[in-house]
């Protein structure tokens, strides 16, 4: 294998097998693609403070407000960050050559491509086409490939008709009602119908997810899948369709308009979080186990039913934690929306022994010392 330096010191090569370097998995290097992302900066963040014995380098392309804000960050870690776009070949052939990559890249809003903001072929482009130039390095290096997607490649309409009942301000699944095949008060399995539509970000995540186990099964390098629930914490860029939590704690401290949208009007509608540091066990594990073909290789990685509140009962939390803030109410249905969504992850647990260790309580208090902190960063953050 030949190997050239590139400005961070960091070997490069355009082709060999970099798991036949000898390089026992405890000493791994890693790259983790969008990490100037919340995701991707808070894994490199929580393998530093683990003290993980692994190189890791960053990619990003830095286009996203609030990415520079991580850039430093990273700086501020030694970690060394590679500035490219996945999009284009001859920048990921550039890349150095590692054991792993972590791919946490992805235009992340379930609106995306189809809200008359952003461009279709563009999020098609990023999501689905950057994970292929991903997996053709992969496929020419011998790299692993690790997915981080999302639970939005469950079907819309399937979960929109999932039967209902209003209970302590919050949707939950009606008691004695017949539920569909991958649904039980757990939440979502990893057996749901992923049937379309499940808008054009899901659908490119979930045709990226059937690329990887292709490209894994035909070219023989290892592929793990997890498909996450909704991301919080502290430093997420939050958007009202994107970093849900984040969003309405910024928003709420700063006495911002905000109202409930969609259904009855009243916020019932629930979501799971999950601190994206809590992946972190789930990713040691994963990259130890590369020969291992008895673990499913798709798995659901969510907070929970534990972790799980209402907009309205996050309302509360806020309006506890901050004083009360009015919320207005439009019950015109809001497209790709769903009344509850919860993903089961017993599957992690019983394959890998992965649960959250960070309780809904902490993850919001989280991110209410941040918004204190940052009394710009919505602006800092929005595109």
Excluded at 242 to 258: E, K, N, S, T, Y
Excluded at 293 to 314: D, E, K, T
Excluded at 351 to 360: D, I, R, V
């Amino acid at each position: 294998m030949v190997e050239t330096q590139n400005s961070q010191g960091l070997s490069t090569a355009t082709s060999g097998k970099a798991r036949d370097s000898g390089a026992p998995m405890s000493q791994s290097r890693i790259l983790i693609t969008g990490a100037c992302g919340f995701l991707g900066n808070t894994l490199i963040q929580a393998i530093h403070e683990a003290g993980l014995p692994w190189t890791a380098v960053g990619f990003d392309n830095l286009s996203r407000p609030g990415s520079e804000t991580n850039r430093t960050a990273l700086r501020e870690l030694g970690v060394p960050l590679v500035h490219g776009d996945l999009r284009c070949q001859s920048d990921v052939d550039a890349l150095p050559v590692v054991d792993w990559i972590v791919d946490c890249a992805a235009s992340p809003s379930v609106l995306a491509g189809g809200d008359g903001r952003t461009s279709s072929r563009q999020l098609v482009e990023h999501n689905l086409a950057g994970t292929v130039n991903l997996l053709e390095r992969c496929r020419a290096t011998g790299a692993g490939f690790v997915l981080f997607s999302t639970s939005r490649v469950y079907s819309i309409p399937a979960l929109a008709a999932l039967p209902m009942t209003v209970q302590d301000r919050a949707f939950d699944l009606a008691q004695g009602a017949s539920l569909p095949v991958g649904v039980t008060a757990e939440g979502i399995s990893e057996s749901f119908s992923t049937a379309a539509p499940v808008s054009l970000y899901g659908a490119s995540k979930l045709a990226s997810e059937a690329l990887a186990l292709e490209y894994g099964a035909a070219f023989g390098f290892p592929v793990w899948i997890n498909r996450c629930g909704v991301l919080a914490g502290a430093g997420q860029f939050g958007r009202a369709d994107q970093g849900i939590f984040a969003f309405w704690i910024h928003a709420h401290l700063r006495r911002m308009p905000l109202s409930y949208l969609g259904f009855d009007g009243h916020g019932h509608q629930v979501r799971d979080c999950l601190h994206p540091r809590d992946l972190l066990p789930l990713l040691q594990k994963q990259l130890a186990a590369a020969d291992d073909r008895a673990r499913p290789r798709v798995v659901n990685v969510g907070g929970g039913r534990a972790s799980a509140r209402s907009l309205r009962q996050l309302t509360d939390w806020c309006d506890e934690r901050f004083g009360r803030h009015p919320i207005g109410s439009d019950p015109r249905p809001r497209r790709f929306d769903l009344p509850w969504a919860i993903l089961d992850s017993r599957q992690a647990t019983t394959s890998w022994g992965w649960e959250p260790c960070t309780p809904s309580s902490a993850i919001l208090e989280e991110i209410a010392l941040h918004a204190e902190a940052h009394p710009n960063w919505l602006q800092l953050s929005s595109d």
